[in-house]
Each structure stands twice: as C-alpha cells, then as structure tokens.
C-alpha cells in the first residue's frame, strides 16, 4: 500500500478537560495494556469524489500516541495505562472511500491487534459517517473486524462525531460509545479524552478485571430524524437546549455517559438517523434517560432551523455588495463544503459571481475560497506573482452543477508547503480574488487567508466553501448570510433523491406516524 502523508495539525493540549481518575480500586487494573486503532472520514455519497491514498493521514506507533495530547508523558492517563498505538487513518470529509483502500486500512488494523500481544482495552477512534464504495455501514463492518480480532474479553471505548451514525452492528461490537456534545466541533479532543477517561474508569473499578461485570449496559434509541448540521448546531435552539441535558445525565448514578448522534446526511444509507446511547449499570436509568432525551429530540424535527439567514446565491450577493453592509461580509457556499464532505472543485458559485454585473460594479474586492485544481495551480505557478493568465478550473471531480470555470487574469499571490493543500494560487479578476489549491483543503482559520495577503479584515465580501462558520471566521463576520447552493452537500436535502434511508425518517417523510421511541438495552 502507498505510504500516506502524516503532517496534519494536532490539537492544543489546552483543549484537555477530564477530572483525576477515580483512585484504583482494589479488584481494578493497575496498568492495562490498552490498544489504539481507528479510521475516521465523514463521507458524502452524493459527491462524485472518491477518497483514496491521497485523501488520508496514517499514523502509527510513536506518531499516533503523541497525537493525542491528554495522552503527552507525565499526565495522568499516560501513567495508568500501558498503550499500543496501533494504526490510525484519517481524512478531511470526502466521497466515498475506495474499497480497496478502506480493505488495506480495516485488515492493517487486524494484523496490527493479533500481534500487539494480549491487550485489556482498545482505544476505538472513528468518526461513523465513513461511507465506501459498494457498502452500507462501514463502521459497523469495521468494528465486528476488530471486534473478531480482539476476542470477546478486550474492552472497547468508541469516540466518535455526533454526525456520525450508530448501526445496532456498531453498538454491539463496542462496549462504551461517546461522541461530540458541540457543533462547531470545539470539543472534538475533549471527546476522544473522554472516551478514554470511560475506558480507565471501568479498567480501574472493583470490577476492572472482571471480563464481564466491566462491560456497561447501553441504552440504543434510534431517531427516525436526519437533519443538515446547518439546521442542528449547538449554538443555537433547540440542539443547544436538547445537548444541555447531557451533563445532569452523566451524573445520575449509574449511568457512565449518555450522548446524541444528529446523524450523517449526505449518505444514502439506512443507519443514516439521529441516535441516542445511555451507558450505564443501571438499566431502569439508562432505559429512560435514552428514551426522554430521544423524545425531545423528536419533539423538536420542526423546530431546527439554519444557524444563519440563508440566502439563493444571488440574493446572498445582493445583502453583501449593498453600501451599508457590515464588513466583512460572509457568504457560505454551502453546497460544496469540503468538510461534509463536498468535493471542493464545484464551480458554480464562482462562474456566477465572475458573470454577476452588479459585483463587478460594486465598489468592493470579493475573495473566494476555493477551488482544487492541481493543474490550475501549476499553471499560475509558472505565470508567476503578477503574471497574466488566462485558465480553466475546478470541475474536474464534481461537475454536476457546471463545467470548468474560465479565470482570465492575474496572479495576485504564490504559497506552497502547506500541508493540506499544498501549492496554492490566487487569481484576481477584477474585484474577485479566487483561490485556487493543489489538493482539498477548508479554510478555517484567519491564518488560511492571510497566508495568501487575503486578510479577511481588509476585504469586503468572503465567500467560503463551509456551512456554519467555524470560531475564527464567526468571530471575523460582521455580517452571514447560508447560500443555498448546489453540490454533494446540498443543503435542500429532499431534492438530493435519497432512496435508502430506514422508513419514516423525517423530513422525507413528514407524516409517518410518532415512533415508539423505545430504547434497546445491550451488554455484550
């Protein structure tokens, strides 16, 4: 298999929030050997995009376990433990991943757990929306893989993105489940220390040795539910409310975690729902916990609504370009956001704000960003900063919406090395300065514009492939509005021709009746 890239960012020790670890209990596990393995990609089948070698970060060894930064020596949960970093893949949001490739990751993850010697625990790292060619539940056939491999003895700790989905398949292979309680995902790492704060709890517990009595009830509700992140973040009512109730739940005795799942939308799949787990050793609790937190969430379909004012393209335009608009101004081009998963060469947002007049007329400097054209970026590259030229982009994977896009004129500014998308170019045309990468990548950060001499503060109008902006740029915007466009992340959900989903999920099925809601309560 082709060696993969391992240069990606690793998140701020500061994002590390869990209390001291209970003190070992006689009967618990002083020093479990304890496993990390996973792969995590959110993957949209509605994008012509498929996710190969060059989409992923592969880490092993000594390189996976310093990833982690609540795991760095010294701290307490690297001490109480021995670990075996096995293998890890990751990936921006993409298309479906190539079998192949999915194949080589799942079995390398096998190999890896049958010679790591006998192991108590493992650390199971993955996102649940990972779709790939030709299956229906990826992770689901992941985790009985590995769950083969481990034997039924070994404790396994799930942490996972509440945009993920969980397939009784998956629930059943695991013994504790967590995943994000924030989105934006500012909890992403507070998450994955939780699910092994869970781990060490029940490895160090009076029965930590015990194969069986260590294994948590889980309490499964599947929500016939299955909204757009757009529509569900938690800053904003009602998932700001609903999530809010986590916390009480946590502490309730006997209950170890409880989290809720909004589901992936962008996949075609019949897991793709919202989903509730209560983890526990109290049945009675867990049961209606899972069950009343499910109910508020079904209670509430109707009432989830965009973060932000959305917009057609044209009408986003329009509020951005006008005199008294606060600046800067953000547009969403939510249609191709790479981060669900879009392929991130749609064009056809940016042929239409090269073709709109009353931007050209407008006293203003718009930047876009971005499209992916290796090619496009190498013919910039030897034009040079200030060369003219005159090229087609974008379209290459996803040219659904519209074909390559015509860019003719000059390299406002050059930036290699970047480690996501590397070589990246900025064409200026007249008032719109377009950016183009070597490979996919988000933009995110204050520091992914200003890089290319794009410094958002002294712009008038930013339209950005993402949907609800993430923290920098939602403190950056004066003023946001969600553009409606097309692409494999179409925000308009029903017009995307889903035909695989479980029966009565809403909104495809307004009317189907209200659903038992009725917990299912596993222990392997």
Not at 81 to 97: E, I, N, Q, T, Y
Not at 243 to 272: F, K, Q
Request: charged share 25%; with cysteine; net charge negative.
């Amino acid at each position: 298999m082709t060696e993969l890239s391992t240069t990606t960012h690793r998140p701020d020790p500061s994002e590390v929030w869990c209390p001291p670890l209970a003190p070992l209990a006689e009967g618990g596990l002083a020093r479990p050997r304890i496993g990390i393995a996973g792969i995590s990609i959110e993957s949209s089948t509605f994008s012509p995009h498929v996710s190969g070698t060059e989409a992923f970060t592969v880490r092993r060894g000594a390189e996976l376990l310093d990833y982690y930064p609540f795991l760095d020596s010294g701290r307490e949960m690297r001490e109480a433990a021995d670990w075996v970093p096995l293998m890890h893949a990751r990936s921006l949001p993409g298309g479906a991943v190539d079998p192949e490739l999915y194949v080589a990751f799942r079995d390398e993850i096998v190999e890896q757990i049958r010679n790591a010697g006998p192991l108590d625990a493992l650390f199971f790292d993955i996102h649940g929306a990972m779709s790939v060619v030709g299956m229906q539940d990826a992770e689901g056939d992941l985790a009985r893989h590995v769950r083969a491999a481990l034997g039924e003895a070994v404790l396994v700790s799930a942490s996972m993105d509440l945009h993920g989905n969980v397939s009784f398949e998956l629930l059943e292979n695991v013994d504790i489940i967590t995943c994000y309680r924030m989105a934006p995902h500012e909890d992403a790492m507070n998450t994955k220390e939780r699910a092994v704060f869970n781990l060490l709890t029940r490895l160090r517990a009076a029965t930590g040795a015990d194969f069986v009595r260590r294994r948590p009830l889980k309490a499964w509700v599947p929500v016939p539910v299955l909204l757009p992140g757009e529509k569900t973040s938690t800053r904003i009512e009602p998932a700001k409310g609903i999530y809010e109730e986590i916390p009480a739940v946590t502490e309730l005795d006997g209950v170890l975690d409880a989290s809720i799942w909004i589901g992936y939308a962008w996949a075609d799949e019949p897991r793709c729902q919202a989903y509730v787990v209560v983890t526990g050793d109290d049945e009675a609790v867990i049961r209606r916990e899972a069950e009343r937190l499910a109910r508020l969430f079904w209670d509430a379909r109707a009432d989830f609504a965009f973060v932000a004012d959305t917009a057609t393209l044209a009408d986003g335009i329009a509020a951005a370009i006008a005199p008294d608009a606060p600046r800067p101004y953000f547009l969403s081009d939510t249609g191709d956001n790479p981060t669900a998963g879009g392929a991130g060469d749609v064009t056809w947002t940016l042929a239409r704000l090269l073709e709109s007049a009353p931007l050209a007329a407008a006293d203003v400097r718009l930047v876009h960003a971005s499209i992916f054209d290796a090619g496009a970026v190498a013919s910039a590259v030897a034009a040079g900063v200030g060369g003219a030229v005159d090229i087609e982009a974008g379209a290459r994977i996803d040219h659904n919406a519209h074909g390559p896009v015509r860019l003719r004129g000059t390299v406002y500014s050059i930036a290699e090395g970047d480690p996501t998308a590397g070589t990246q170019a900025v064409i200026q045309v007249g008032n719109v300065f377009a950016i183009l990468t070597e490979r996919r990548k988000p933009f995110h950060h204050i520091s992914d514009f200003t890089v290319l001499g794009l410094d958002p503060a002294e712009f008038d109008v930013i339209v950005v492939k993402i949907g609800y902006l993430e923290p920098e740029l939602f403190d950056a915007a004066a003023g946001w509005k969600l553009a409606l466009t097309p692409g494999g992340v179409d925000q308009d959900l029903l017009r995307l021709g889903h035909s695989h989903l479980a029966d009565g999920v809403y909104p495809f099925v307004e009317d189907g009746g209200t659903p038992a809601l009725t917990a299912v309560v596993h222990r392997r």
